[in-house]
Each structure stands twice: as structure tokens, then as C-alpha cells.
């Protein structure tokens, strides 16, 4: 079992005392220590949300963060008189963050133990602590992707989208489709290399294996002719929605072997996984090839489960593997195949797909 702490995805501030100096309802002015602010700023690049919880009066609270420019780094801020037990509940159910990757920092011990005896997988800090987060290793990813460095600015754009999702009074497919959503699909490379192994660390809902890849499998997979690791990356009028899924190809003669299919759970809502595979499906029956997947049930990824077999993949296994020899028995352990005679599908009317071609002829052979 590893020994490394579960990295925080949002750290919730107090504001008197603790994000500034001074009280805001007792003192004339309240001021941001610079070294406050560069830990903020540093955070937020490496893709770790900030919110408040604080008990003041929310207007003169946030007109004074945007006095100090740095109203913009805060996501879904809690600001009233209610418990900080229940601003930090509101602020986690809200991104669908588990108690454990959030962090709260106050300088009163009162509203940590508070916060503690609520939620006791929240990590709470000492106001005192504040300068010296940005050298902890739960404040510390291994490395920091383009999408974590743009995380914020994400997460903000889909509260606008969900906004006028809530005030749409159509259908939802007509609502997908004011989205103006464009897929791409192309092939990964040493850029987007470690959000790849992020997507396969992180998801797990909506990953067909359960299987993690790390950068050091990524990088021989992109050297091997025989293998094709595919980035999937999704934008719409209200901006990018950074990359939101990972394919891993085997090719062979006969058949193409889908070995791994990953996606984000932000974009569940849209259908991404079944748009990937209709794609592929298509692309296998302009090839000429069946197509044949692996999928191992979890106790999390059911609805990747219904995305294959409405897709049309069955539980046959496809008599093509007991051939292969670039799986060994460990890894095929509890993985049912499934297979598809591939059939062209309809491109979807709610999004546009702009993928790159497969090349399969790279010299892969039964």
C-alpha cells in the first residue's frame, strides 16, 4: 500500500485573520500579505482549487477580494453566517470532490475542530501554515498538466454552462446542441503524455478495465508500431473542457483490440463515452476489421458497462485472443472480452467529431 498522502484537489479559506490580516467587520481596512498571495497564485497553477468559508457579510467580503485581485481564484465561494462544517459540505458536494481531497485553513481552533468533527477526512491547517503549503506533498502533484494549470478557469466555465442548462427550457439534445460541442480525437504525444496518465490515475467510473497506465507504460506504448494511445479533447461555445479521455488501440490483422477507454466524468452528461465508441466502431468497419475490447466490472464503472453493450458489444469472447501473446495471464485476469463485428453508426447530431485517421497498417500481424 503507498505511503503518499491523497493530494488535495480544493483548499476552502477562512478570511479574517487567516487569508488577510485584520477583521473585516472590526477593522478600517484589511490587508493581503504578499507571501498569501503568492501561495494562492502557485496553488492555482498547479491545478488546485481554492474556495472560501467564511462568516461575513458577502457582499463587503467579496468586494474586497476583487479590491485585492484575487476575487477571480476562488470557485463557488461560501460567505454568510452558517456553520463551516456546512460551507465546506456545500462546497465539496458541489465539484463532487470526496472529503478527502479537501483541505480547510483557519486560524481559529474552534471552526477546525468544528470543520473536524463534521468531516473528519477533511485535512485541516493552521492559519500560521499558510506560507508553507506549497511544500507539503498533498499540496504537490507529481507534475502539473496544461489542464490542471487551466483547472480553475474550467471548473468556472462549467458552472456558467450548468447555469443556462438549469434555465434551458428545451430538451436536453436541443441544449447539447446550442453547446456547439466538438470533439477531437488524435494521437498522444510527449505534451499531453502526463494528463493521459492522469485520466487512467483518476477515473474510475468511467474506465472499461480499472487498469492504470504510468508515464513509463505511456512511453512505450507510443514507440510500439503495434499500438496507437489516442487523447480526446472536448471545447464548446463556453470554452475548452480540456482532454476528457484516453484510448489504447492493439492492432492486428483481423481485428482491432480496444484495450483500454477512459473518460472524464465531467462529461458523462454528454455522452463521450458512446460518441468514442460509435466513432471507433465506424472506423473499424472502414477497415475492414472486427473490433474486440476488453472490460472488467468495478464497482464503480456500470455506466461505462451500459455504454458497451448499447454500443453492441457482447460478452463473446473472440476466439482471436487465445492467439495473442501481449497479454500475460496477470493481466487478463477478471477481464471478460467482449466483441463486435463492426458496423458503420450514425455521426451524432448534438456533437462534432474531428479525429485524426487511424493508420492500422503499420505493420501489426495476426
Known amino acids: 500500500m503507498s505511503d503518499e498522502p491523497t493530494l488535495v484537489k480544493c483548499l476552502v479559506w477562512d478570511l479574517d485573520n487567516t487569508l488577510w490580516r485584520g477583521t473585516l467587520l472590526e477593522d478600517p481596512e484589511v490587508d493581503l500579505p504578499e507571501e498569501i498571495r503568492r ?21 463587503h467580503a467579496w468586494e474586497r477580494l476583487e479590491a485585492l485581485g484575487i476575487a477571480e481564484y476562488f470557485v463557488l465561494p461560501q460567505i454568510g453566517w452558517h456553520a463551516k462544517s456546512q460551507s465546506v459540505k456545500e462546497i465539496a458536494d458541489q465539484l463532487n470532490f470526496a472529503m478527502k481531497t479537501i483541505a480547510f485553513i483557519d486560524d481559529q481552533p474552534a471552526e477546525r475542530a468544528e470543520v473536524t468533527h463534521h468531516h473528519g477526512e477533511v485535512r485541516c491547517y493552521d492559519a500560521e501554515q499558510a506560507t508553507a503549503l506549497t511544500g507539503l506533498p498533498e499540496f504537490s502533484p507529481a507534475a502539473v498538466t496544461v489542464d490542471a494549470a487551466r483547472r480553475r478557469s474550467m471548473y468556472q466555465a462549467g458552472f456558467r454552462r450548468t447555469a443556462e442548462r438549469e434555465s434551458f427550457s428545451g430538451p436536453d439534445e436541443e441544449f447539447l446542441r446550442s453547446l456547439e460541442l466538438v470533439m477531437e ?15 487512467t490515475l483518476r477515473t474510475s467510473q468511467m474506465n472499461a478495465t480499472g487498469v492504470h497506465y504510468s508515464d513509463a507504460d505511456l512511453r512505450a506504448l507510443l514507440a510500439d508500431p503495434e499500438h496507437e494511445v489516442l487523447t480526446v ?6 470554452g475548452p473542457h480540456g482532454a476528457v ?17 477512459a473518460t472524464s466524468c465531467r462529461v458523462v452528461s454528454f455522452g463521450a463515452g458512446s460518441v468514442l465508441l460509435n466513432w471507433l466502431i465506424s472506423e473499424a468497419a472502414r477497415a475492414g476489421v472486427h473490433l474486440a475490447a476488453d472490460f472488467r466490472r468495478t464497482d464503480r464503472n456500470r455506466m461505462m458497462d451500459i455504454a458497451y453493450r448499447f454500443a453492441g458489444f457482447t460478452d463473446d469472447s473472440c476466439d482471436c485472443f487465445a492467439t495473442l501473446d501481449d497479454d500475460s495471464a496477470a493481466d487478463r485476469a477478471g477481464i471478460e472480452f467482449r466483441h463486435l463485428v463492426a458496423e458503420p ?8 467529431v474531428a479525429a485524426t485517421a487511424l493508420t492500422p497498417a503499420r505493420g501489426a500481424s495476426a
Open 39 to 59: 501561495t494562492i497564485v502557485e496553488l492555482d497553477a498547479r491545478g488546485i482549487l481554492q474556495s472560501v468559508a467564511s462568516k461575513n457579510d458577502h457582499d
Open 185 to 199: 480525437i488524435a494521437p498522444a504525444d510527449e505534451e499531453n503524455l502526463s494528463r493521459v496518465e492522469e485520466l
Open 233 to 238: 479533447t472536448l471545447t464548446d461555445r463556453f
Open 245 to 261: 479521455g484516453v484510448l489504447l488501440l492493439g492492432y492486428h490483422e483481423q481485428f482491432w483490440h480496444l484495450k483500454l477507454l
Open 345 to 352: 453508426r450514425p455521426a451524432p447530431t448534438t456533437m462534432r
